[in-house]
């Protein structure tokens, strides 16, 4: 056999499609539809189209095996390959060309009607060299993805039902109300299709896993996971949870480095085992922490769950909604296991055009700790735009190194991070910014650091435990008003033996064309890291 015909499959704004509701168990519902329509659905359809396929299931199986090195791309007897399935797209390839435009329809048709909002990409490529995948395969990548990005810019599929002035709004997701669900307390009510999918797949799961999703707990576990938003630990009067978004840092050039099918396989398949066994050890690490620690229930009510749930686990990126209390903790904690996950395992991405392997991995996230009734999908947006920040100040660092951003929302504007930072905490017309983030995380940080790190932050956190709580939000006040005003209270405090870490000439660091305190943060941090929760990462760095 001399071509075949290769298919690129990938999903569109799937993250509004996954956080378009404030309810977590459809976030929860949606995200798992998504997982099936790289599993589960496409399995489905290969074996409707060839039926014999039912008798052989490893074809859906053994991408995932796959050794370095041999290329064994469609055996004899076989019509259809999974190249590999990762990071929310999949390769397949066919031996004849009608039967890849027939899963394709079929394919994107069961989408469509079984998960209506659901948007799908894809790219056709007919008679390629099975020579070509085997000896030019990033070149082969390259021109797929290239396919790829000409059709999502050509082709706008409208996957949900159009709204009319005279149809019912779903009081879930504000599309046309165009099916009925019954609810917990038997109640029938009018929603979408969309939403209706999400809320069935929701309990599908709840029905065959139970409310904790016991793939990722460990025997012997006393708490098990949520799916009610609520239920994370929030103390009468605590209406604060932390919204977080974790990506491993240049991936994608990672992947694209694979110079061979298996290689990318491989990659793949390992990535995505060591993303989700490291949130099973953070789990794992949070019960046991909560079950010997009588303090904790200072700052989270102890009850049946654990105060984090995931939403989604990808390849190389985890979104998890947590007690705000708990957001900076387990932020940190989890890029620090998954980086030494990634870098003491045995993965090794070779970059075929450079001289030397790349062998490190990094990772930032970003952390947004909004009120729990505040819009789902903006909390990710902020979330996701504070990893951006993050990954930009690595990103100018030469070397491998991880980061993350937080931010504390506590008014009802939504938008970009980067305006909403500028707009609540710049000051003297831009010349000065009262948030210190990004921070870089662990113990490898670029020489020329000293104040932008996880460390510095928690130990002027510590340093301001000390203060009397009138004198630090005086200060918090000041700082907001002016540099003359700061300053000025500054020397008055230093009088009363009340110091800044650092001393008064650090009030303000350099950075680019502003001027950055970082004690805005170490104020406003205090209130969501709790002492007892810090002295966890002080056991967890020993």
Known sequence: ??????????????????????????????????ENIFEKDIQDTIIGILPDLKERDDVFI????????????????REVEVGYMGGGNAILFFRDDSTARAF????????????????????????VPVDEIEHHFKGFMTDMFERLTVNKNTYFPNVKLPKFGFTKDCPYSNESADTSIYEAEGVKRYVSSMTATKIERAKAIEKDNGPSGNSLLDAGMKRQLTNEIDQLGQKTGDNWIGVVHIDGNSMGKKFQSCGTLNELRD????????????????LK??????????????????????????????GDDVTFVCNANLALYLTEEFINIWTQNMNQSDLLIKD???????????????????????????????????????????????????????????????????????????RDNGGILNHFGPYFVGENVPETVSKETMGELKKGIQHFRKWPRSKRKAFRDTLNTSETAARKLLKDLNARGLKVPGGQEALYVEHEEQRKTPYL?????ME????????????DDN
């Open 1 to 34: 056999m001399d071509s075949l015909t290769a298919v690129l499959l990938d999903t569109v704004s799937i993250q509004k499609y996954i956080f378009s509701s404030n309810r977590l168990k459809e976030n929860l519902g949606a995200s798992s539809i998504v």
């Open 62 to 77: 053994r991408w995932k095996n796959s050794e370095r090195g041999s290329f064994d791309l469609l055996d004899k007897d």
């Open 104 to 127: 394709a329809r079929q394919f994107t048709r069961k989408v469509l009607i079984e998960k209506p909002g659901v948007k799908l990409a894809l790219a056709i490529r007919k008679d």
């Open 267 to 282: 990659l793949s398949a390992r990535v995505k085992a060591i993303t989700r066994n490291s949130f099973k050890q953070l």
């Open 285 to 314: 690490q949070l019960d046991d922490k909560i079950n010997v620690s009588e303090e904790i229930e200072t700052v989270i009510k102890k009850n049946d769950f654990l105060p984090v749930r995931p939403i989604v686990i990808g």
């Open 352 to 426: 075929h055009d450079a001289k030397e392997p790349e062998v490190e991995f990094s990772a930032c996230g970003g952390i947004a700790i909004v009120k729990t009734k505040y819009p789902f999908y903006q909390s990710y947006q902020m979330a996701e735009g504070l990893c951006s920040r993050a990954k930009k100040m690595v990103k100018g660092q030469k070397g491998e190194y991880s980061g993350l951003d937080f931010y504390i929302h506590q008014s009802s504007v939504a938008g970009d991070i980067d305006e909403i930072i500028r707009e609540n905490y710049e």
């Open 521 to 525: 943060d170490m104020i406003d941090g």
């Open 528 to 539: 969501f890291y709790p002492e007892v929760v810090m002295k966890w990462r002080d056991t």
